[in-house]
T-cell receptor, first 111, second 115 residues
Framework: NAGVTQTPKFRVLKTGQSMTLLCAQD?????MYWYRQDPGMGLRLIHY???????AKGEVPDGYNVSRLKKQNFLLGLESAAPSQTSVYFC??????????FGPGTRLTVT | AQTVTQSQPEMSVQEAETVTLSCTYD???????LFWYKQPPSRQMILVIR??????QNATENRFSVNFQKAAKSFSLKISDSQLGDTAMYFC????????????FGKGTKLSVKP
């Protein structure tokens, strides 16, 4: 099993550009999550999904959209990137006993 | 709302010694889960240990153990026989059942193990 994978690993965007981050899991998990990690802030939940076709807002959803068209994939979109969205983005999925399995992260820089 | 506080932004320990990382949380609920995650320089988040609040026995995983004090709302992580590979950020996290798996993280403690 590959576990949780994220594409891409690094990206540099200019302000106003758009992009989509892809998360894939092969563990048949229902729940998936997108977090951002900023220095000194820990991880903060952006959006999450409790199953195929469903999404919900987390703590810091503004400026992001998500979609879960297939159970194994969870996409995070930035429609118009801003420098404040420079961060490391993590995807996770939940298995038994609420253990979250994390992807390797995507480092995004918006200039 | 639940909160998680890690009061030690940075700590260091000599190789082979023992170190304890602190975590406190605030909740009015009785049933919940607590976790410690490790994030080495590779950036990968790794689950270290898990504690269910209804279990009085402290969880242990090899060199890692917790001191769970429910009344005090404290959940510290003890690392015994510290190794260079333990150098990482450590995050404490809180979860309520029924919250759709939404973890609440502390801000982390940066642990450096010195040779």
């Amino acid at each position: 099993n590959a576990g949780v994978t994220q594409t891409p690993k690094f990206r540099v965007l200019k302000t106003g550009q758009s992009m989509t981050l892809l998360c894939a899991q092969d563990m048949n998990h229902e729940y998936m999550y997108w977090y951002r990690q900023d220095p000194g802030m820990g991880l903060r939940l952006i959006h999450y999904s409790v199953g195929e076709g469903t999404t919900a807002k987390g703590e810091v959803p503004d400026g992001y959209n998500v979609s879960r068209l297939k159970k194994q994939n969870f996409l995070l979109g930035l429609e118009s990137a801003a420098p404040s969205q420079t961060s490391v983005y993590f995807c996770a999925s939940t298995g038994v006993l609420y253990e979250q399995y994390f992807g390797p992260g995507t480092r995004l820089t918006v200039t | 709302a639940q909160t998680v506080t890690q009061s030690q932004p940075e700590m260091s320990v000599q190789e082979a010694e023992t170190v304890t990382l602190s975590c406190t949380y605030d909740t009015s609920e009785n049933n919940y889960y607590l976790f410690w995650y490790k994030q080495p320089p590779s950036r990968q988040m790794i689950l270290v240990i898990r504690q269910e609040a209804y279990k009085q026995q402290n969880a242990t995983e090899n060199r890692f153990s917790v001191n769970f004090q429910k009344a005090a709302k404290s959940f510290s992580l003890k690392i015994s026989d510290s190794q260079l590979g333990d150098t990482a950020m450590y995050f404490c996290a809180f979860l309520l059942p029924g919250s759709q798996g939404n973890l609440i993280f502390g801000k982390g403690t940066k642990l450096s193990v010195k040779p």
